[in-house]
């Protein structure tokens, strides 16, 4: 199962994408099956977006397998795909879709610095005692119809490929050994950042010049959930910028894993459905091969990651349009 959140004709919809490689309108499709088939107390009001679907928990995907079979049904009766208020739920990719990151605007991202022995041992460092963590905000968040965009202010662009799992229950407290019942599903994650902002030569670490930039970071292109991916230890992942590889491994190589990340965090924050935790790179970032300009991310690139069990994500990359000029006499903002 492939949940996406897509637009068509600038409508938002939450949805699914079937093995046909057609995209079903959830929240439509549910209201039409609740419409054949009424159940009392039915709420199609969870096929809303992700963080509403995830909120359902286990009741959320068994309708969905009671809505695909229902619409397999109607195929095979010759049905014309559409509700019986006329509203269309399925639609093909050459219709104009168009895939946005599977992250509702409000949910909170946690990304996992130094979280791979391979990854740490390429800086020279010792493993850390617990694990390293640093939010994202939602500026930076681009879908697979969108591109990255690289900031003039930063001048040594790289990329870094992780795993992210996206959580499906409220939680505070969590104990490591029920963290994963907190888990709805995984995807990827593209995290794109500015390695001279983010080490500056006369200052500590910044993250939010580093990593906080507009268009830096892409998710994508579904959510898996969790029961059809399994054991998330290990998983194979790969990235490549121009068909070359940079980074190849599994995440058998992250130094916490999910329970230990949970129990953490959720000592003082609250996790909610929707949230999401990217789990960290594993080795060969370019940005620490400092003046080597042959790894440096450029307009025109393609970046191609690949996670086992959850599939694909290829994003262009492109230099971030211009300011507009100010005009005569234009006073300056305040």
């Avoid at 068909?243 to 916490?256: A, E, L, P």
């Amino acid at each position: 199962m492939k949940l996406v959140h897509f637009t068509l004709q600038e409508q938002f919809h939450f949805g699914m994408i079937t093995d046909a490689n057609e995209y079903i309108d959830l929240d439509t499709a549910c209201r039409d099956y609740y419409g054949v088939n009424p159940v009392k107390g039915a709420d199609p009001s969870r096929f809303r977006d992700m963080q509403h679907y995830f909120a359902g928990g286990a009741d959320s995907v068994q309708v969905t397998r009671k809505i695909t079979e229902y619409i397999d049904r109607r195929r095979q009766m010759g049905w014309t795909p559409r509700a019986a208020t006329g509203a269309r739920f399925l639609f093909k990719p050459e219709e104009g879709v168009k895939l946005l990151a599977p992250v509702v605007h409000g949910s909170k991202i946690f990304c996992l610095a130094s979280n791979s022995r391979s990854h740490v041992l390429e800086q020279g460092k010792p493993l850390p005692q617990q694990p390293y963590v640093f939010p994202r905000f939602f500026n930076a968040l681009v879908g697979p119809s969108e591109t990255l965009a690289l900031n003039p202010a930063g001048t040594f662009p790289d990329v870094e490929l992780e795993l992210a799992a996206i959580i499906g229950r409220t939680g505070k407290h969590i104990p490591a050994e029920r963290a994963m019942e907190y888990i709805a599903g995984y995807t990827i994650a593209l995290d794109m950042g500015y390695r001279d902002l983010q080490y500056p030569p006369d200052g500590p670490v910044d993250w939010v010049m580093g990593k906080g930039f507009d268009a830096t970071m892409a998710v994508g292109p579904w959510v898996v959930p969790q029961a059809e991916v399994g054991e998330p230890y290990p998983l194979g992942m790969e990235l490549k910028v121009g068909g070359v590889t940079r980074q190849k491994g599994d995440t058998s190589d992250y130094i916490f894993r999910i329970p230990q990340i949970l129990a953490h965090l959720s000592k003082g924050i609250t996790f909610e459905p929707g949230d999401m935790l990217s789990l960290g790179s594993l080795g060969g970032v370019p940005g620490f091969e400092f003046g080597n300009e042959s790894r440096k991310l450029k307009p025109g690139d393609t970046i191609e990651a690949t996670i086992e069990k959850i599939g694909r994500l290829v994003m262009p990359v492109k230099a971030e349009a211009p300011p507009p000029p100010e005009g005569p006499g234009k006073a300056p903002p305040p």
